[in-house]
């Protein structure tokens, strides 16, 4: 079984900044690729950014380009979300999501949509107030 934890939520100011931290434990497997996800109340699960294994490539949303970094941890299977000049509308269960590149699949999909993903975390509440 996989566990995906994340960390680091909470209440903030807008202006102010949060890091969001995801550590992966449990069965070994190979990752492909992490991302963080984000709902708002009566809202779909968006994607905020994202990172491949492969290259360190990042991927973020258009709203968080130039306010968000994605990052990895290379001696565990983690990621850091920091987020600064945080905007009332950043307020959401902020969730982390892993993809395992061993798994058989057919068809190709973009990492930035959530079913690109197999293991997912709990989420964490970050809260922006103006």
């Known amino acids: 079984q996989v566990h995906v934890v994340e960390s680091g939520g909470g209440l903030v100011q807008a202006g102010g900044s949060l890091r969001l931290s995801c550590v992966v434990s449990g069965r070994a497997f190979n990752v492909a690729a992490m991302g963080w996800f984000r709902q708002a109340p009566g809202k779909e699960r968006d994607f905020v950014a994202g990172i491949r294994w492969s290259g360190d490539i990042t991927y973020y949303t258009d709203s968080v380009k130039g306010r968000f970094t994605i990052s990895r941890d290379n001696a565990k299977i983690a990621v850091y979300l920091q987020m600064n000049s945080l905007k009332p509308e950043d307020t959401a269960v902020y969730y982390c999501?892993?993809?395992?590149?061993?798994?058989?699949?057919?068809?190709?999909?973009?990492?930035?949509?959530?079913?690109?993903?197999?293991?997912w975390g709990q989420g964490t509440q970050v809260t922006v107030s103006s």
């Open positions: 999501a892993a993809r395992d590149s061993g798994l058989l699949r057919i068809g190709t999909i973009s990492y930035l949509n959530v079913n690109a993903y197999d293991y």
